[in-house]
């Protein structure tokens, strides 16, 4: 598939749309108010790397670079961008990429109709990790062949340096990640911003809205302070509101040119947004968060007095403070302490330093560790500057910002909308932040020594430690450390499908070239780095469940089956006992992983409806030399009717551990499918019918002595996971920002079993 509508994408494509087309697929089919549009897919841009035979020149000089130094990263980025603006499109693909311009400008009604052309990598809006603006986006195109020119700028920027630079510090290999291209209709705003749904550096429940007049690329570049909005979403109570000086915007001026222009003088200091948009704003972020099941970051606007929602991607940076010093109500006493500039609390923490003032691009190198950057706004090309840097200050900017998501990301203290910090501050003079505060104070201070001093001194808040085990969910190896920091007590669900996508390859293209061995050595290499960094706690390990959409665009991938619903079709271990040999694969790779020493692995057979399908799984583990329940436990995801109604059956074939798989076992039991907006209301995992089936199956289990788990979306709200804990279960999974939420929950139901048990024997 080279080319598709909003609306037959969803958030599963990924692979085939990149994160910002997959989101903007998934809001136009939940019904959310967005611009028509089409995307260019990932696919489309493999077929143009390799039919004009660029990449390998590419890729030669990808590896000779060394991205610690900003100069040469940046030389570097620029012969790559060059080689794929100027290497002329194949006509068949442009041919594809004008037919579905014109067919977007008869929808719209207007010949040559104006749109923005946006970049959507295949990596980029995860909920593990944030690629905030490191492609880029071309605003007011007009006329099919500049939407050409377009789309390949656009693949061009997946090699930017501030891209090339994330990708090698966080280990995505530049050959695995691809970029779909959306081209969308441009919504002209009067007013426009970010909502984030909750509050992203508490995780409060409060919208924080930022808005400014004109296109929304002021606020998220952080070229403007923008007006900041604070209201409460359980009574839709406006808490705050902060009208800030708003000297410029972004407008398509009559040549159909996006200029950056003065803001009118009558319009700087006045407020954006009503009462009555404000509320509007809140109610779709709470619908658009109820969608995903989430918090999320989203971009709108309105015109003509109607809403736009153009983008929504998870928040990735709930829970986390900044890691260079300590919060302002500990160590020593930041009051005490003459403030020389003030501004927004952009990234939790306290950072010193000597400060570097930041003018242009070509100055980054002055920044060394341990240095404070001051610069009127961050751009993505300075990342790799930050990541040196103690702290961040800027003159611009509000807290959904790129420097503000960025350095909250990096756990960076960060100040942003000083309004005159670079003026204010000199060269070389010390200086230390308050990110939580947004305060700047003159002089470094002792935060080391005082952080010792503390901790020496401070009565150390014990640990919450429950019977019932609380692990969590890990979708992508990348992310393992960050859940591992949660103090989770092992991973209750380690997907594949990541480790399978991301390698760009069909599983079966692998076995069918005679490659098994680089389908098991890619494998290995993705499965140690989750058993390592949790040994010797517990990894459960789910066998491929992808549904067959999400193979398509993979190499090899072209004779994927077409189903009309995918998520009742060829997938989980009823496809793997149809295709043993992957099935075997993955097998052969953690066999390797058990002969290296990892016993800490447990396998997990999913979607599973008869007991056959595990004997027969089991069999195969054998044959390659995993002995089931001795070297790995063995277990089920109980994601059927079937396989909770026949758990008996199960339980005699051999299970070590079952894992409840809720979101669709849901869906399966109530025949209501959870991606259906036109159902949403229907579908409930606290419905009797799945609450009795979960009862029965913990029942069962406990009492022939199976673990029992749950690892669907249930697992990480706390007042179902109460229920559970009452029932019995040995464990719950929940997601990276939940874990602590889920630990306080089953230690309050725990106790409360404890005070009732106490209170019957009176």
Same mark, same amino acid.
């Given at each position: 598939?080279?080319? $598709? ?104 009604? =207007?010949? !040559? ?15 593990? $990790? ?49 970029? @779909?291209?959306?081209?969308? =209709? ?27 007049? +004109? ?6 570049? +952080? ?19 902060? /009208? ?20 009118? =003088? ?30 999320? !970051? ?86 790799? $500057? ?11 900017? +509000?807290?959904?910002?790129? @420097? ?26 010390? /200086? ?41 969910? /890990? ?13 989770? !007590? ?26 098994? !061995?680089? #389908? /098991? ?55 793997? #006992? ?101 159902? @949403? ?32 979306? $249930? ?6 996971? =109460? ?23 089953? @230690?309050?139901?725990?106790?409360? #079993? ?9």
């Amino acid at each position: 598939m080279y080319v $598709a509508k909003f609306e037959s994408i969803n958030k599963k494509d990924v692979g085939v749309a990149g994160g910002k087309g997959a989101n903007l697929g998934e809001l136009t089919q939940a019904g959310i108010p967005v611009p028509p549009g089409f995307i260019v897919t990932a696919e489309t841009y493999i077929k143009f790397m390799n039919d004009t035979g660029i990449s390998d020149k590419i890729m030669n000089i990808l590896n000779k670079i060394d991205i610690n130094k900003s100069k040469e990263l940046q030389n570097s980025a620029e012969k790559i961008k060059k080689i794929i603006v100027e290497t002329k499109i194949p006509e068949d693909i442009a041919a594809l990429i004008i037919e579905a311009y014109n067919e977007l400008c008869q929808r719209i009604g =207007e010949e !040559d109709a104006l749109v923005a052309v946006r970049s959507s990598a295949t990596a980029e809006d995860l909920p593990e $990790a944030s690629f905030a603006g490191q492609q880029d986006t071309f605003l007011n195109i007009k006329g099919s062949e500049d939407v050409v020119k377009y789309v390949q700028k656009c693949w061009a920027s997946l090699f930017e340096a501030r891209a090339i630079f994330y990708r090698e510090e966080n280990n995505f290999e530049h050959s695995k990640v691809y970029i @779909a291209v959306v081209v969308q =209709e441009m919504v002209e705003a009067e007013k426009a911003g970010v909502m984030f749904t909750v509050n992203p550096s508490t995780g409060e429940n409060v919208a924080l809205i930022e808005a400014s007049w +004109g296109l929304g690329e002021a606020v998220v570049s +952080g070229s403007v302070t923008p007006d900041t909005y604070y209201v409460d979403k359980n009574n839709d109570k406006i808490e705050n509101v902060i /009208v800030n000086n708003k000297k410029i915007m972004f407008k398509k001026i009559a040549s159909g040119e996006t200029v950056k222009i003065d803001v009118p =003088e009558n319009l700087r200091k006045k407020r954006v947004l009503s009462e009555n948009e404000l509320l509007e704003l809140t109610n779709m972020g709470k619908r658009i968060q109820k969608h995903y099941d989430a918090p999320q !970051d989203t971009e709108w606007a309105f015109h003509d007095n109607k809403l736009y929602m153009l983008q929504s991607r998870p928040i990735t940076t709930l829970g986390e403070n900044g890691t260079n010093g300590e919060d302002s109500e500990s160590g020593e006493s930041l009051e005490s302490r003459k403030v020389i500039v003030k501004g927004l609390g952009a990234s939790p923490g306290i950072a010193s330093g000597e400060v570097r003032i930041i003018h242009k691009i070509d100055e980054l190198d002055k920044i060394k560790k341990g240095d404070v950057m001051v610069t009127t706004m961050t751009t993505p090309d300075m990342v790799p $500057a930050m990541k040196r840097s103690s702290g961040i200050i800027t003159d611009e900017g +509000g807290v959904t910002c790129h @420097a503000a998501i960025i350095s909250r990301e990096l756990g960076i203290p960060c100040v942003v909308g000083t309004g005159d910090a670079t003026e204010t501050l000199a060269e070389n003079t010390k /200086v230390t932040l308050d990110g939580k505060k947004g305060l700047i104070y003159e002089g470094i201070f002792n935060i080391k020594e005082n952080k010792q001093e503390d901790k020496a001194n401070a009565t150390v808040e014990a640990p919450i430690i429950t019977v019932t085990q609380v692990k969590v969910n /890990v979708s992508m190896p990348e992310a393992a450390k960050k859940a591992e920091a949660t103090g989770a !007590d092992g991973v209750g669900l380690l997907r594949t499908e990541h480790m399978m996508l991301t390698s760009g390859v069909h599983p079966k293209k692998y076995i069918s070239d005679g490659k098994e !061995d680089e #389908l /098991v050595k890619m494998l290995v290499e993705n499965i140690l780095k989750v058993v390592d960094v949790f040994y010797p706690k517990p990894v459960w390990y789910r066998t491929l469940d992808a549904p067959t959409d999400e193979f398509k665009t993979l190499d090899g991938g072209e004779n994927e089956p077409y189903e009309h619903n995918p998520m009742l079709g060829w997938r989980g271990i009823r496809r793997e #006992l149809d295709e043993p040999e992957i099935l075997r694969a993955e097998f052969k790779a953690i066999k390797k992983l058990y002969e290296q020493g990892y016993s800490n692995i447990g396998i997990m057979i999913p979607l599973s409806q008869s007991p056959e399908e595990l004997k027969k799984a089991k069999e195969i583990a054998e044959e390659v030399g995993i002995r089931p329940h001795i070297d790995v436990d063995f277990g089920i995801m109980v994601e059927t009717p079937a396989a909770a109604l026949m758990i008996d059956d199960f339980i005699d074939v051999g299970l070590d551990f079952i894992s409840l798989g809720t979101n669709d076992l849901t869906q399966y039991t109530l025949a209501v499918d959870r991606n259906n907006e036109l159902v @949403a209301s229907n579908y409930s995992e606290e419905h009797p019918a799945v609450l009795k089936l979960i009862e029965m199956v913990i029942n069962k289990c406990n009492e022939a002595g199976v673990n029992t788990s749950i690892c669907g979306q $249930a697992g990480s709200k706390p007042h179902i996971v =109460e229920k559970l804990v009452e029932i019995g279960i040995s464990s719950v999974s929940a997601n990276t920002d939940a874990v602590a939420d889920v630990r306080r929950a089953v @230690a309050r139901s725990e106790q409360k #079993l404890i005070l009732d048990a106490a209170r019957k024997q009176k």
